[in-house]
């Protein structure tokens, strides 16, 4: 085999083009820190690459919605234990003022305080985020929700729903509240039905607690008789009518009737009421279920009752206020469970947090495994390149000076 010059030259060259290339790669992944620089360093582990470095951005960017979900779960939860703490002070101020001792004017220093506390309920209600967003406007977050007319009123103008953040493929949790099932849609008397004292009654007659005794009961007789109206004839005796002004009927077909002692109680169809004070003839009571009343005319009603007091009986007053106070405690339960729900999402919340940290550091190790070099060999590796390269090139320079003509003297 005749081997001629040009062939040696070009596989000398050839050689040392295939090093110089190897030794770049090494050098390029000793100065990265990676073993796949461009796909076809490792086609394979360049899509692991990709796979890995699209699951880490989604998880940062569930973990940045995570967080600022978070922010927005606590200002309302810090909102509504404000809120909890202005009704409790309004019950106490409320019951402060049945005091039958208190003078009128008593009572009308009560009610102004009432009045800045319904102010200041306005303003919590209206609350926004750190991004000016309202908090209790459902999904109408760039709306003020709660607007007070000129009556002194209170209207709701977001809407029912719950703005929500995406914390996982396919999972997503509320960040906000809709202001019309805290603050408007609230149930009035004991949540079933509302007893309250005939505007018109001239005896001393007090309607006090009242419960639902026999649920079913209650429903069957509610349903049957729409509402109730008793009505006293000032010598113990009470009879009760329906909705439609007929006899009110018992689950037997029987009229509603019976005797009414001061300070007992009047039951039927599965309802309890608690009464005190004596009634005058043609004096009444009414029952009403499924009523609702917003937590703001339940702060109207008793600054009125507590402005007019001086014009008003003792009882009517207590009536007044012992409807209110029931509307209260109802609005307080709201609330209550409201925040009892925003720290159950809190907590999701933060699971699902801490389960990204422990899965970034798993993702952030598999990716390290699939991409990065190993430094120590890769330095090792530059060495024996650059010298393997090194040899050649002296090769190539001793083979070039070859010459026949070199020994031709």
Do not use: C
């Amino acid at each position: 085999m005749r081997l001629s010059t040009s062939w040696m030259y070009q596989q000398s060259l050839s050689s040392m083009m295939n090093q110089q290339s190897t030794l770049a790669a090494t050098q390029n992944q000793v100065s990265t820190g990676k073993r796949i620089n461009v796909a076809s360093d490792d086609p394979a582990g360049a899509g692991r690459v990709v796979s890995l470095d699209h699951i880490l951005a989604a998880n940062t960017q569930y973990t940045a919605n995570i967080d600022a979900a978070s922010t927005r779960l606590n200002t309302a939860q810090s909102t509504l234990n404000s809120v909890n703490d202005l009704y409790n002070s309004a019950r106490d101020l409320t019951l402060q003022a049945l005091n039958g001792s208190l003078a009128s004017s008593d009572r009308q220093a009560i009610a102004t305080q009432l009045i800045q506390m319904r102010d200041q309920l306005l303003q919590m209600a209206n609350t926004t985020d750190a991004n000016g967003q309202a908090l209790f406007a459902g999904t109408s977050s760039n709306t003020v929700p709660f607007v007070k007319n000129a009556d002194g009123s209170v209207s709701y103008i977001g809407n029912d729903g719950q703005p929500r953040a995406a914390i996982a493929a396919g999972l997503s949790v509320p960040t906000g509240e809709s202001g019309s099932a805290i603050f408007m849609d609230v149930a009035a008397g004991n949540g079933r039905f509302v007893a309250s004292a005939g505007a018109g009654n001239t005896g001393t007659l007090v309607v006090g607690g009242n419960a639902v005794s026999d649920p079913a009961a209650f429903a069957a007789g509610l349903a049957a008789n729409g509402s109730y109206s008793i009505t006293f004839d000032g010598a113990g005796n009470w009879s009760a009518l329906d909705g439609s002004g007929n006899p009110a009927l018992d689950a037997g077909g029987n009229p509603l009737t019976g005797t009414y002692t001061a300070g007992g109680s009047i039951g039927f169809n599965g309802l309890t009421i608690s009464l005190s004070g004596t009634p005058q003839a043609g004096d009444t009571v009414s029952i009403q279920g499924g009523a609702s009343q917003d937590i703001f005319t339940t702060f109207n009603n008793m600054i009125s009752a507590l402005q007019s007091s001086g014009s008003t009986s003792e009882s009517q007053l207590t009536n007044t206020l012992n409807r209110q106070l029931e509307a209260l405690d109802n609005a307080r339960a709201g609330v209550t469970r409201a925040e009892v729900d925003i720290g159950g999402r809190t907590n999701a919340l933060a699971a699902q947090r801490a389960a990204y940290q422990d899965l970034g550091v798993t993702y952030q190790a598999t990716l390290s495994d699939t991409r990065d070099v190993d430094v120590y060999k890769a330095i090792s590796n530059l060495s024996i390149q650059s010298a393997a390269l090194q040899a050649s090139q002296q090769v190539f320079a001793q083979v070039k000076s070859l010459s026949l003509f070199n020994y031709i003297k």
